[in-house]
């Protein structure tokens, strides 16, 4: 039962680095989505997929790319990273648009920028 | 738009003490209503979900009513333990249309002693 499976849990950059966020899900979901948590603030959308080859921006896309080559792969990649994007991110995805569908979620990537 | 107000943090409780975390959104339609939980240095978890008006969404003994009325759907538990010590996120899906992203309160941190 792999679910939604991101990598790596935790890392460090220097700013200005670039570095890319994986997430993989074995369910055959067509949507995906990335989410960033900061404190008080709860999670904010930053880029979703209603599919392979399909992406849009969320709620804070600015400084991150998507791309979505394959139903089970929707990786993060942050060009140059700055401090501001030390945050806690979550990958999640979930089956299609039903209202009592459930969306999962990875267990979170910590990422600190220095 | 879509938003949602969950009480501020941190709750502190003793072992045993009844507990409610209180819930309320801004949503046009039926959005679908959830409750997820995140335990120290884990991920996001779903506790608990409604999809209509009335609806009793429960788990671990946590309780959440869909209220249209008041637009509420408030956390309840009748004995916390210390293992419930963790970050409580009250999240929407709204209906139709782009019903695969959540919009996510602030979180509130409990803390059960023991």
């Known amino acids: 039962n792999a679910g939604v499976t991101q990598t790596p849990k935790f890392q460090v950059l220097k700013t200005g680095q670039s570095m890319t966020l994986q997430c993989a899900q074995d369910m055959n979901h067509e949507y995906m989505s990335w989410y960033r948590q900061d404190p008080g603030m709860g999670l904010r959308l930053i880029h979703y997929?209603?599919?392979?080859?399909?992406?849009d921006q969320g709620e804070v896309p600015n400084g991150y790319n998507v791309s979505r080559s394959t139903t089970e792969d929707f990786p993060l990649r942050l060009l140059s990273a700055a401090p501001s994007q030390t945050s806690v991110y979550f990958c999640?995805?979930?089956?299609?648009?039903?209202?009592?569908?459930?969306?999962?979620f990875g267990e979170g990537s910590w990422l600190t920028v220095v | 738009g879509n938003s949602v107000t969950q009480m501020e943090g941190p709750v502190t409780l003793s072992e045993e003490a009844f507990l409610t975390i209180n819930c309320t959104y801004t949503?046009?339609?039926?959005?679908?209503l959830f409750w997820y939980v995140q335990y120290p240095g884990e991920g996001l978890q779903l506790l608990l979900k409604a999809t209509k008006a009335d609806d009793k969404g429960s788990n671990k003994g946590f309780e959440a009513t869909y209220r249209k009325e008041t637009t509420s759907f408030h956390l309840e538990k009748g004995s916390v333990q210390v293992s419930d010590s963790a970050v409580y996120f009250c999240?929407?899906?709204?209906?139709?249309?782009?019903?695969?992203?959540?919009?996510f309160g602030k979180g509130t941190l409990l803390t059960v002693n023991p």
């Open positions: 997929s209603v599919g392979a080859g399909i992406t």
């Open positions: 999640a995805s979930t089956p299609g648009t039903g209202v009592g569908n459930t969306i999962y």
């Open positions: 999240a929407l899906k709204k209906s139709g249309g782009s019903n695969y992203k959540l919009t």
């Open positions: 949503a046009t339609g039926y959005p679908s």
